[in-house]
């Protein structure tokens, strides 16, 4: 079955750095388009990143601009989420879904607390 499944959160201080990833199984990877999204508590949840199936193309919120950046490597299914000069407004539950229509898969979500 499909199953997305991220790491990589944490608590970090204000200014750092962290990398999440999203480990994809059961599905052909390389094919569906990749997306990060976070909900912070109280908030709605909001697209943060995406990169396409075939050519690469990333797309990023205007908050987190020049300080993200999505990639993936589709040899080893997996979507990465470089998050740098990191604020206390990241902090949130991160997500990554995979989407080709008309499939639609989440994972479960990775805690990210920047806090001092």
């Known amino acids: 079955q499909v199953q997305l499944v991220e790491s990589g959160g944490g608590l970090v201080q204000p200014g750092g750095s962290l990398r999440l990833s999203c480990a994809a199984s059961?599905?052909?990877?390389?094919?569906?388009?990749m997306n990060w999204y976070r909900q912070a508590p109280g908030k709605e949840r909001e697209l943060v990143a995406a990169?396409?199936?075939?050519?690469?193309?990333?797309d990023y919120a205007d908050s987190v601009k020049g300080r993200f950046t999505i990639s993936r490597d589709n040899a080893k299914n997996t979507v990465y989420l470089q998050m740098n000069s990191l604020k206390p407004e990241d902090t949130a539950v991160y997500y990554c879904?995979?989407?080709?229509?008309?499939?639609?898969?989440w994972g479960q979500g990775t805690q990210v607390t920047v806090s001092s």
């Open positions: 059961g599905f052909t990877f390389s094919s569906y388009s």
């Open positions: 990169i396409s199936s075939t050519s690469g193309v990333t």
């Open positions: 879904r995979a989407m080709k229509w008309p499939n639609d898969a």
